[in-house]
T-cell receptor, first 111, second 115 residues
């Protein structure tokens, strides 16, 4: 059965800290790994990763995929209170065209 | 560009009632999905469709039905609503054009309570 596991489940840090969120996957016919940020409403897209070892970066956020060890990490440097959210990762399978989501990591950044 | 549009945004149902959650997208995406999200949890796939006339079950299909008569629309039907169906429902769509272009676009969600 396909599954995606995220850790930690929740995290509380202070502004300025750096955090690393983890996502491991077991997805048949794996094609890509996606990261989303969810505040109060719908998830918003952060990154899509398809190749191992190539870092994607957007401002203070970055992510990398390891297809050999079947995991991805999302790094956030110099955290701000606006980074407080649930971060979701999902594995996409080209076999069934489904996105398998993890349960998310709830990040709270304190001022 | 509207993207993925869901209606209604909020709804309260009584046990045993039925309703249809509407979802439409204007991006010419052929893949569409319905997820539910319970408090503090991730997204669970209810049903999905890879094109008009084609639908398939996800992880939690019981108590729901879907249809896909056009590329744009993918309504979700709840029959005989139960308290266990209290959740936030998200419709999403993506394009299957290959070249690793699988970004999933979400609607704004429907908050459903069954009392």
């Amino acid at each position: 059965e396909d599954k995606v596991v995220q850790s930690p489940l929740s995290l509380v840090v202070h502004e300025g800290d750096t955090v690393t969120l983890n996502c491991s996957y077991e997805v048949t016919n794996f094609r890509s790994l996606l990261w989303y940020k969810q505040e109060k409403k719908a998830p918003t897209f952060l990154f899509m990763l398809t190749s191992s070892g190539i870092e994607k970066k957007s401002g203070r956020l970055s992510s990398i995929l390891d297809k050999k060890e079947l995991f991805s990490i999302l790094n956030i440097t110099a955290t701000q209170t606006g980074d407080s959210a649930v971060y979701l990762c999902a594995g996409y399978t080209s076999g069934t065209y489904k996105y398998i989501f993890g349960t998310g990591t709830r990040l709270k950044v304190l001022a | 560009n509207a993207g993925v549009t869901q209606t209604p945004k909020f709804r309260i149902l009584k046990i045993g009632q039925s309703m249809t959650l509407q979802c439409t997208q204007d991006m010419n995406h052929n893949y569409m999905y319905w997820y539910r999200q319970d408090p503090g949890m991730g997204l669970k796939l209810i049903y999905y469709s890879v094109g008009a006339g084609i639908t398939d079950k996800g992880e939690v299909p019981n108590g729901y039905n879907v249809s896909r008569s056009t590329t744009e629309d993918f309504p979700l039907r709840l029959e005989l609503a139960a308290p266990s169906q209290t959740s936030v429902y998200f419709c999403a769509s993506s394009y299957s054009g290959g070249m690793a272009n699988e970004k999933l676009f979400f609607g704004s969600g429907t908050q459903l309570s069954v009392l």
